[in-house]
């Protein structure tokens, strides 16, 4: 078994509040999940609202398998 893991830190452009903000990320995570099929959280800075930080992990039975879903995203 493989576990696949990326972060990857956001810094978002006009806005002005977190309500803006999980506007923004919100799709971004569910697309990620929807296309790739992995598995996709905001992990941090959650307080600030023009920065966030997004994790994505895989599990798969190959390492070539993890290095795809990896590399696509």
Same mark, same amino acid.
């Given at each position: 078994?493989? @576990?696949?893991? $990326?972060?990857?830190?956001? &810094? $978002?452009?006009?806005? =002005? #509040? &977190? *309500?803006? *903000? /999980?506007? @923004?990320?919100?799709?971004? +995570?569910?697309? $990620?999940? %929807? %296309?790739?099929? @992995? !598995? +996709? !959280?905001?992990?941090?800075?959650?307080? &600030? =609202? /023009?920065?966030?930080?997004?994790? +994505? !992990?895989? +599990?798969?039975?190959?390492? %070539? =398998? !993890? $290095?795809?879903? #990896?590399?696509?995203?």
């Amino acid at each position: 078994m493989v @576990v696949g893991t $990326l972060v990857v830190d956001v &810094l $978002l452009g006009d806005v =002005h #509040s &977190l *309500k803006e *903000k /999980r506007a @923004v990320v919100r799709p971004i +995570v569910a697309e $990620l999940r %929807r %296309r790739f099929e @992995v !598995a +996709v !959280a905001e992990t941090g800075d959650t307080e &600030l =609202h /023009r920065r966030t930080e997004i994790g +994505v !992990a895989v +599990v798969s039975s190959t390492h %070539r =398998h !993890a $290095l795809r879903c #990896s590399s696509s995203v």
